[in-house]
C-alpha cells in the first residue's frame, strides 16, 4: 500500500512519499524499497532496511536523512523518505508524472506502477524592488535618463519565488547582467545565494562613457545551463568623466565704482549632464582690506557645444566702501558643483578660497558728479522770487543709474527743500544745466545744492557732490530808498512813494528808474578783459550753459540767428520812459500773441527769452516771460519753474 504526499516538484524544494510494505511471509523478509521517477533507473529514492539508511541513487536529487523514518506497527513497514530537487533535476529523457515503487525481499521483487504523480517545475518569478546608486554624492534610484557616475555600484534588491507555489525560493541562483554601452558589449555574473526568497547584490559598472542600452539582469540556473528569470533596466547614462570649470576671460572689466551689479559668466564642460546648482563665492579683497563673501547658487541658463552655462549677478554694494579701497583690490571667485552622476567640479587651475578660479582687479573707471556753474540772482529780496541756475557735470564714464539733484535752505538747524531735479541716466563726459526758482527768506541763510544726496552713487570723488554759500536778504521795499539817498533826495522820496504804490511791477523797472535818477557823475569805462571773455563753462555737446548778463534774443525759434544790437538810451532817457510808464495806476490792455499757457509755434512766444538746450527737451526761458516746453509739434506749453 502507498501513499502519495508531494507530487510537485520544484528546484531547491524538498518533496517526499511516505509508503506502507508488509510482507505475507514475515515482515522480516523486507529487506529493500526503492521509489524509481520518470522511468529512469537511476532517478530516485531507496530505503535499506538492514542499515535503516535513506539514499538516492544520483546526484539529482539531495536526501535529508534526519528525515528518513521508518517502524514496524501491527506487521506492517511504514517508511517516509524526504529529499530536495538538484537543478539537475531536469526533464530531459523522463517520462513526465510516471512513478514505480518497489519492494525487495527474500522471495523475490515486488513492483508497482503509477502515472501522473508528479510534475517538474522549475520556473521562478524575479520581482525587482529596486536598483540604486548609492555610492558617492549623489543617490538615486537608476531611472530612464539618469545619469550614473562610472565605478559606482548598481544596488539590486528583489525577491525570488516558485511560479506556481508562490513560495519563496531558497539556494544558489547565477546572476547575470548583459547589455550595450555606446555599441560596445558590457557583461558579467555571479553566482548569488537567496534566502527566503530574498536577492540583495551590487552590480559594479565599468569606467566607461556612454548610454547604456538593452541591459538585462537575469536569473540562471547554477550550472548556467537555463535562464529561469530576466528584468530589463531602462537606459541610463554612464559618466566617466568629471565636469571641468573652464577658465574665464574676464580680465578688470569690473570697477570698483560699479559693485552693485556685477555680472559674471561660469562655463562647465560637462558632456553627460548637470542639473543641479551651481555655488559661486565672490570676494573684494586686497593685502589690507577683506569685505565679506557673497555666495549666490544658480541653475545653468543654457547648453551649447558641450558646455553647460550659468550666469551670476551680485551685489556688493552693501559690503563696503569702494572709495577707500586700495589700488590693487580684486576680486576673487571660487565655485562648488556636481553633475548629475556625482562628479565634483574640476579646475585645471585652483578653485578654492586660498586659490581662486577667478582673480580679476578692480579698475577705478567710474563716474564723477560735481556741481559747476552756480550762479544767483543779483539782489536777493525778502519774500521775492531768487532765480538760480547751475550745471551738473559728470566727469567719469556713463551712468545708467537715476540720482537727484536736491536745493535746500538752512537756517539754524531748520532745512527746507525748495527744488530738487531728477535724473534718470547721465552720458560720460557730460553737463546738464538746471535752472530753478524760488523766495527768498528773511534774514541770514545758507544754500545747499547737493547731488546725489542719498548716496546711491559711488563715485571716483565722493566729496565734490555738494555747493553751499551764505546769503542775507534785504527788507522788502527798502531798497530803492536805500539806492535813491544823496543828491535828489526830493525825487528820491517821490520815486520811492511810487514805487511803494507800484509794487506789483516788475523788480527789473525798479532797479532801471533809480538807476536813472542817479547823478551821472563818473566816467563809463569800458569792459573789463574778463567781460570780454567770460570763463568757459562745461556742459554736455550741443548743450548750452546760460551765463547771467549779456544780450538774449527776444523770441524766434530754437537756434536762430540773433537779432541785431542797437545802441542803449542815456539814463535820463530811460528814466523818463519809465516815469511815463508809470503815470497811470490802471494797467494797459496789450494784446497777447499767445494764450496763459499754449503758443502754437515760436512766433507766439513772449518776447525776454532764451533758449535753453539740455539733453532731455528744449527750453524757453525768461525772468518775465517764464519757462516754456518746446512740444514734438513745435507748439510751446508753458510749466512751472521748479520742473
Not at 543617490?139 to 525577491?159: F, H, K, R
Not at 547589455?179 to 553566482?191: D, F, M, N, Q, S
Not at 582687479?361 to 541756475?389: C, F, H, Q, W, Y
Not at 523766495?439 to 548716496?455: H, S, Y
Request: glycine letters at 8%.
Amino acid at each position: 500500500m502507498m501513499n502519495v504526499n508531494i507530487t510537485r516538484i520544484e528546484p531547491s524544494r524538498d518533496f517526499g512519499w511516505s509508503l506502507v510494505a508488509f510482507d505475507p511471509n514475515g515482515i522480516e523478509d523486507i529487506s529493500e524499497i526503492r521509489i524509481n521517477i520518470g522511468n529512469d533507473s537511476q532517478l530516485g529514492l531507496k530505503y535499506t532496511v538492514s542499515s535503516g539508511i535513506c539514499a538516492s541513487f544520483d546526484e539529482r536529487l539531495i536526501v535529508d536523512t534526519s528525515r528518513c523514518l521508518a517502524e514496524i506497527i501491527d506487521g506492517r513497514l511504514h517508511v517516509e523518505m524526504w529529499a530536495t530537487v538538484d537543478w539537475s533535476f531536469g526533464s530531459s529523457g523522463l517520462v513526465e508524472g510516471a512513478i514505480e515503487f518497489s519492494v525487495v525481499d527474500k522471495d523475490g521483487l515486488f513492483k508497482t506502477s503509477l502515472v501522473d504523480r508528479w510534475s517538474l517545475q522549475q520556473a521562478l518569478v524575479f520581482e525587482v524592488e529596486s536598483v540604486v546608486d548609492q555610492d558617492g554624492s549623489v543617490t538615486q534610484t537608476i531611472e530612464a535618463g539618469s545619469s550614473v557616475m562610472a565605478s559606482d555600484d548598481l544596488n539590486l534588491t528583489g525577491s525570488v519565488s516558485h511560479l506556481l507555489s508562490k513560495t519563496p525560493y531558497d539556494g544558489v541562483l547565477n546572476l547575470q547582467w548583459r547589455g550595450k554601452i555606446l555599441g560596445e558589449l558590457w557583461r558579467g555574473g555571479t553566482a548569488v545565494t537567496i534566502e527566503q526568497g530574498q536577492l540583495i547584490y551590487s552590480i559594479p559598472t565599468p569606467l566607461k562613457t556612454g548610454l547604456v542600452k538593452e541591459l538585462e539582469v537575469s536569473l540562471w540556473d547554477p550550472l548556467e545551463l537555463e535562464k529561469v528569470a530576466s528584468f530589463d533596466l531602462p537606459e541610463f547614462m554612464l559618466d566617466g568623466e568629471a565636469p571641468e570649470l573652464l577658465s574665464s576671460n574676464m580680465a578688470s572689466v569690473v570697477s570698483r565704482f560699479h559693485l552693485e551689479s556685477v555680472d559674471i559668466g561660469v562655463n562647465v564642460r560637462e558632456g553627460q549632464g548637470w542639473n543641479a546648482p551651481l555655488t559661486l563665492t565672490c570676494q573684494v579683497r586686497s593685502l589690507d582690506v577683506e569685505w565679506d563673501a557673497v555666495t549666490l547658487s544658480r541653475n545653468s541658463t543654457t547648453v551649447f557645444d558641450g558646455k553647460t552655462m550659468f550666469s551670476f549677478a551680485f551685489d556688493f554694494s552693501e559690503m563696503g566702501d569702494p572709495s577707500t579701497l586700495p589700488p590693487q583690490a580684486s576680486l576673487a571667485c571660487w565655485a562648488v558643483g556636481s553633475d548629475d552622476a556625482g562628479w565634483s567640479l574640476v579646475s585645471a587651475g585652483g578653485n578654492s578660497d586660498i586659490d581662486p578660479w577667478l582673480v580679476t582687479n578692480l579698475n577705478s573707471i567710474g563716474p564723477d558728479l560735481t556741481l559747476e556753474a552756480v550762479e544767483m540772482s543779483s539782489e536777493i529780496v525778502e519774500g521775492k522770487t531768487v532765480r538760480l541756475s547751475f550745471s551738473v557735470v559728470n566727469a567719469g564714464e556713463s551712468l545708467p543709474l537715476p540720482f537727484n539733484a536736491s536745493i535746500e535752505i538752512v537756517q539754524g538747524d531748520k532745512r527746507t527743500l525748495v527744488g530738487r531735479s531728477i535724473f534718470y541716466s547721465m552720458d560720460e563726459n557730460s553737463a546738464k544745466s538746471i535752472k530753478r526758482s524760488f523766495i527768498a527768506p528773511a534774514g541770514t541763510w545758507n544754500l545747499e545744492i547737493t547731488v546725489d544726496q542719498e548716496g546711491v552713487i559711488w563715485e571716483l570723488d565722493e566729496n565734490n557732490n555738494q555747493w553751499n554759500a551764505t546769503y542775507s536778504s534785504e527788507p522788502q521795499g527798502l531798497s530803492g530808498l536805500v539806492m535813491a539817498t544823496g543828491g535828489l533826495s526830493l525825487v528820491g522820496l517821490l520815486g520811492g512813494a511810487v514805487l511803494f504804490l507800484r509794487r506789483d511791477k516788475d523788480e527789473f523797472v525798479e532797479e532801471k528808474i533809480l538807476e536813472a535818477l542817479q547823478p551821472n557823475t563818473t566816467e563809463v569805462e569800458g569792459p573789463t578783459q574778463d567781460e570780454q571773455a567770460p570763463p568757459k563753462k562745461r556742459g554736455p555737446p550741443g548743450a548750452k550753459v546760460a551765463s547771467k548778463g549779456g544780450n538774449r534774443p527776444s523770441k524766434g525759434p530754437p537756434r536762430g540767428p540773433p537779432e541785431s544790437k542797437t545802441s542803449e538810451p542815456s539814463p535820463q532817457e530811460m528814466a523818463a520812459k519809465y516815469m511815463d510808464a508809470l503815470g497811470t495806476v490802471e494797467p494797459t490792455e496789450q494784446p497777447s500773441p499767445s494764450t496763459a499757457e499754449h503758443a502754437a509755434d515760436y512766433s507766439q512766444l513772449p518776447g525776454g527769452g532764451d533758449y535753453e538746450y539740455t539733453l532731455d527737451a528744449t527750453y524757453y526761458v525768461g525772468e518775465e516771460c517764464g519757462r516754456w516746453l518746446l512740444n514734438e509739434d513745435k507748439s510751446f506749453s508753458k510749466i512751472d519753474d521748479n520742473i
